[in-house]
């Protein structure tokens, strides 16, 4: 097992070697004809520009950040400069996940769909291959950071608590290049899908991926934008925040007599890294697993491969688990179990699995909720919009439910760090779980490269069945980052309150009430703001595409034509054809990507400012147990909203599909449902995902900032003397009014017995005692 610890960042290595091996094998496969080519190196060309503006900003701020850390950590006992490297190389291990999984979906998407034009086999097996090199490298890159980076902090001689607080820094840096990522893109992506959306298929009556539509690129590069870079880089940050929480909640347990025996002591620190080690080795199992055949079902493959997965996670997590803690320990008189920690892992593993399926319940097409909207739809867009936002209500209660379970489950087993080895459990088979996930939008865009290509009818059917089924993977992919991020949260929270020495959270105090309260209005105010700016920006790419319609003459012709046949060019007459073939290239693409490149990258700085600015001045104004009524403000109603925005947006999407599907694209029906599904946008690509990470990266500033406010031994010792002296004054209380009750039965007994017989005194003291008995249990039970 020594052994297995000191190449951990091997398999960080192995991943990557994964990556390069798949990576080359998506490039050797054939991408079409010159059309198809065209078409996705516009895609491409549009994706890389977006990530090359995003990261020139971003470097800006990874710099002055780097140096404010330096010096902070430089001048603070319990930490060092060194933070501001582990920052660095957060934020670039971060971005090249996003990098790297932009780079491949953008090969894999038109792979894809020459692939679709053979079967459906084969066409799954390009998608999901271009999805697994996002999610193997982003498992990849966080082994290898973090197991590296400790390894080499660990051989200067610094306590372990040094360590882990310059480790955090690693974490700050994935988390800030991740919200700005997420935040960014869901701006990029939805813009210009409102945009295809409302003037491509409302106005003009054309698909939304249709080549006359000017604003088809743009809305295929925000599908690699948001939901490749942007889940990659959040997936990621929940992968190493819940890792380091984890660790800093073990360094708990390193001076204990029962952790000596073994690995220096540093058992339940180097735990969450080997599990994730593990869950490396069976993503990379799992991927085996997943193959199709035609007439099979991709969405049963995928499972396949994720829950073979997730049995083979839970059995090495046994073995690691029995072999790296002791039997049994005690701490602050409570006794825990290695088999406690492994049941610990297992709730979170199955409360992430089980949130996945009910966010597919909730959106999945032929659901009873989505059935509900579409029927709505018949009434028109107020109905719609009514009915998707009653279903992402109710979608919150069992997600809720599932997480409070596996908190107290967890916590039962293995107090707060088994509430964090929860989050490391859920998060073990991270590598397929987004290998799932990504494969969505790279289906997604093969169709709407099937669309522009106008390809035959059943490769577009093919790709339609495989993007049916990424709309789902997608859905559950949101969910399982909502509940990871939740566990992820909490555990950073524990980790922060035990590094700035806070003991309790009094909501009594109007401090903490007033964080909280702060803390609560936060999600709201972001989501505001990441909505308000994918409305500025979906303003610009509307008045832009009816531009081009009503000023470009090849295009305002070709959309006469196409409504004279419904959109169906096989009946058109030869003279028309050639009307219709005159516009072919004419749409001012680069346009539409140019607006939408601009609009994110301005629009995401105020909200990742707010998330960094607002838990730096709270705890350093208010301090610490402010701090942590801010962290669980933040937790509670940033968790709720994530759940209620992402399942809403989802259920309006697939009920929109739904219609689509049943043949009734142009009715009254479909015009509000598209309605509807436009306003479901931004809340499942832009901030509902965004939310994920707010709750995380305020929590990853209050643990690096922490040992700056942490609570000096004289408070913790004059809050202990302050809680005694209260718990006293009421005992004191207590029995001041049991004296006074006493008293008063004596004096009822008195005037009862000095006027009345002895029946008459018997009924009185009777009466008496029933008066004063329910205030004596009050007082007993205070």
Known sequence: MELFINFLPAFGVLALLFVLLKNSWVTKQDVGDEKMARIAKNISDGAMSFLKAEYKILSIFVIAVAILLYFKGASEEGSNGLVAVSFIVGAICSALAGFIGMKVATKANVRTTNAARTSLGKALEVAFAGGSVMGMGVVGLGVLGLSGLFFIYSGQGWGIGEVLNVLSGFSLGASSIALFARVGGGIYTKAADVGADLVGKVEAGIPEDHPLNPATIADNVGDNVGDVAGMGADLFESYVGSIIGTMVLGAAFVALPEFSSSFDGLGAVLLPLALAAAGIVMSIVGTFFVKVKDGGSPHKALNVGEFGSAILTVGASYLLIRNMLPET???AGNEYSSLGVFWATIAGLAAGLLIG????????????PVKGIVRQSETGSATNIIAGLGVGMMSTAIPILLIAAAILISHYFAGLYGIAIAAVGMLANTGIQLAVDAYGPISDNAGGIAEMAELPKEVRERTDKLDAVGNTTAAIGKGFAIGSAALTALALFAA???????????VSRPDIMAGLLVGGMLPFVFSALSMGAVGRAAM?????VRRQFRDIPELKNALVVMKKYDSDMTKASEEDRKIFEAADGKAEYQKCVEISTKASIKEMVLPGLLALAVPVAVGFI?????LGGLLAGVTTAGVLMAIFQSNAGGAWDNAKKMIEEQGRKGTDAHK???VGDTVGDPFKDTSGPSLNILLKLMSVVALVIAPSIALSSDTITAYNESRVEEQTHKVEMVDVDRVSQNDAIDVDYEAATSNTNDSEIEAEISSSVSKIKPEMNSSDKR
């Open 540 to 544: 610009a790419m509307i008045e832009e």
């Open 672 to 674: 509000a449902a598209v």
């Open 622 to 626: 208010g301090g610490a147990e402010m």
């Open 357 to 368: 399926k009910v966010t597919e319940y909730y959106t999945g097409t032929g659901t009873k």
């Open 496 to 506: 922060f309150m035990q590094t700035a020495n806070v003991k309790s959270i009094d």
């Open 329 to 331: 320990w005690v701490v």
